[in-house]
């Protein structure tokens, strides 16, 4: 075998032209072929000037190479997936602030008459006829006491049955309907929709009963309620904590209940907050003066009503319909 000499050595070797000429192209070839593995030039070179050539040297070589481009390639990896989820992260955080700002702005078919205590007299059960555009013995209602079971002094138990029943001292459900029904938001979860939504949309009135507004929200949410209620073309009534939860927040004062999330928040469909049975009596804490403190701590506009006072929410107008008393507080 003749091979190059890579030391310069000034040796005269005396070979046919041909010869030569079909050594230079396999060593070429050589050259091309050790290119192709991605190797550098000083690393071919080494190679070829080595009487002791080995390739399985090249293969270890070639070896140690990929392993090193693997490495930054998954390097790489890591650092796209990082950015891909910081960017998705933010898409959603713009697209949930885009959401709840429109439905603040929105104006919905969904007509709204926030209670403290019910339909209590006239003024408030004229507002709802007008609201129904027919009159109440025409309309189909369904009531929804879920709020209730969340709140210490009013569920589980005879209240409840008492609210659903229309046997209780608020009137809601005893007014008179064509007919009422259950819509019972935990169970909600636990069958098909097309069992229960076809109902929520047929019905010309919701009457949500009073308790616990945290515990109403989360299992709105948990429902799937809370998505369906912009689209409605009916009449909310709410009363007490089914009034308040229509507010972005309720106010650290009215936290009984504690969602898994924490917080106040409630569904922000209205750009208001509530404080209901203002100088109630029975409540000796819902006081002018405690209101006032409340409504400090809320970041919108804050009505409190008495048990005769309600408001009326139509095409994003904002009413207030009364028999007693009521003051609202600006931020």
């Excluded at 050589?30 to 000083?42: G, N, R, W």
């Excluded at 804050?302 to 994003?316: H, L, M, P």
Aim: proline share 5%.
């Amino acid at each position: 075998m003749i091979k190059l000499d890579c030391s310069h050595r000034q040796d005269i070797l005396l070979l046919d032209t041909g010869y030569i000429t079909n050594l230079i192209f396999s060593r070429l070839h050589q050259i091309l072929a050790l290119k192709d593995l991605d190797l550098s030039l000083e690393e071919i070179k080494s190679i070829l000037c080595d009487d002791d050539y080995n390739p399985f040297e090249v293969i270890s070589i070639q070896m140690k190479r990929l392993k090193e481009k693997i490495k930054m390639q998954q390097k790489l990896l890591k650092e796209l997936q990082n950015v891909s989820s910081l960017m998705e992260k933010e898409e959603k955080h713009m697209s949930h602030n885009y959401l709840e700002d429109s439905k603040s702005s929105e104006t919905f078919g969904m007509k709204l008459l926030l209670t403290s205590a019910g339909v209590n007299n006239s003024t408030i059960h004229n507002e709802l006829v007008d609201m129904l555009g027919k009159p109440i013995a025409d309309s189909n209602a369904l009531c929804i006491p879920t709020a209730m079971y969340g709140h210490p002094w009013v569920g589980p138990g005879v209240k409840a049955w008492q609210f659903i029943s229309g046997n209780s001292e608020n009137p809601m459900v005893d007014l008179g309907w064509k007919s009422v029904g259950v819509l019972e938001l935990t169970a909600l979860p636990s069958i098909d929709e097309d069992r229960w939504v076809p109902l929520v949309r047929e019905t010309d009135v919701l009457l949500v009963a009073g308790g616990d507004a945290l515990y109403l929200y989360h299992w709105m949410r948990q429902s799937g309620l809370a998505d369906l209620l912009p689209s409605l073309d009916a009449v909310y009534v709410g009363m007490s904590a089914g009034s308040m939860v229509m507010a972005p927040n309720i106010g650290e004062e009215f936290v009984g209940w504690r969602p898994p999330t924490g917080g106040d928040k409630t569904l922000g469909l209205v750009d208001f907050a509530l404080f209901p049975h203002l100088d109630h009596e029975m409540l000796p804490d819902n006081t002018l003066a405690n209101a006032e403190k409340w409504a400090a701590g809320v970041s919108v506009p804050g009505y409190a009503i008495d048990d005769q006072t309600a408001i009326k929410v139509t095409d994003g107008a904002v009413e207030v319909v009364s028999e007693g008393q009521w003051k609202l507080f600006t931020p």
